[in-house]
């Protein structure tokens, strides 16, 4: 069955080291795509997510501009990141092995996460399936090294990205 990601009630989280000393969270307001996904099925999963670049918040509108610019995300390049998976296992009863490719900055490599099935419920607006992930990717591995040698920025960014999604 599939279900179209409902951007209102998903999103996309980071977390990246500043100066050494905290923890600087942001987000991306627009999740978007489809989940194919048969409950009760081992292998019955998979992602086509797409997330706009522009909707990076950090509640600091200094701030998004320089993540959009190009020493960062290079919104105006590449205006999405994206995850399209190429396979998933069951490894426990609402978690699945996901392997896919993540391409971010016009960098595009295979990853795979753990992606723990939240919920399945049927209501007004029909039947409603969620997932989140946590993972973490390094910035220099996707050509984005800004502040990484000066110390001022961390490579390792922890990402969760909860999604919500309604069948079609």
């Known amino acids: ?8 009630h998903s999103t996309a989280i980071f977390r990246v080291l500043h100066r050494g000393a905290g923890q600087f969270y942001g987000r991306f307001n627009d999740v978007t795509g489809t989940i194919d996904y048969t409950p009760g099925s ?24 320089h993540l959009k ?3 960062f995300f290079n919104a105006l390049d590449f205006p999405a990141m994206t995850f399209k998976s190429a396979q998933a296992e069951l490894i426990t009863p609402d978690v699945y092995r996901v392997t896919g490719e993540l391409s971010m900055h016009g960098v595009a490599k295979t ?10 419920a049927s209501g007004r607006r029909g039947e409603l ?7 973490t ?3 220099t591995e996707y050509g984005m ?11 390792e960014v922890r990402i ?8 079609k």
């Open 137 to 139: 990717v390094k910035r």
């Open 160 to 167: 969760i990205v909860a999604v919500e999604a309604i069948a």
């Open 129 to 135: 399936v969620g997932f989140e992930t946590t993972f």
């Open 1 to 8: 069955k599939t279900f179209d990601i409902d951007a209102v």
């Open 111 to 120: 990853i795979t996460v753990d992606m723990e099935r939240t919920g399945l």
């Open 145 to 155: 090294a800004y502040g990484v040698e000066s110390g001022s920025l961390g490579d």
């Open 69 to 71: 610019s190009p020493d």
């Open 42 to 65: 081992k292998t019955g999963l998979s992602f086509d997510i797409s997330i706009d670049v522009n909707s990076v918040d950090t509640a600091n509108d200094n701030l998004d501009g």
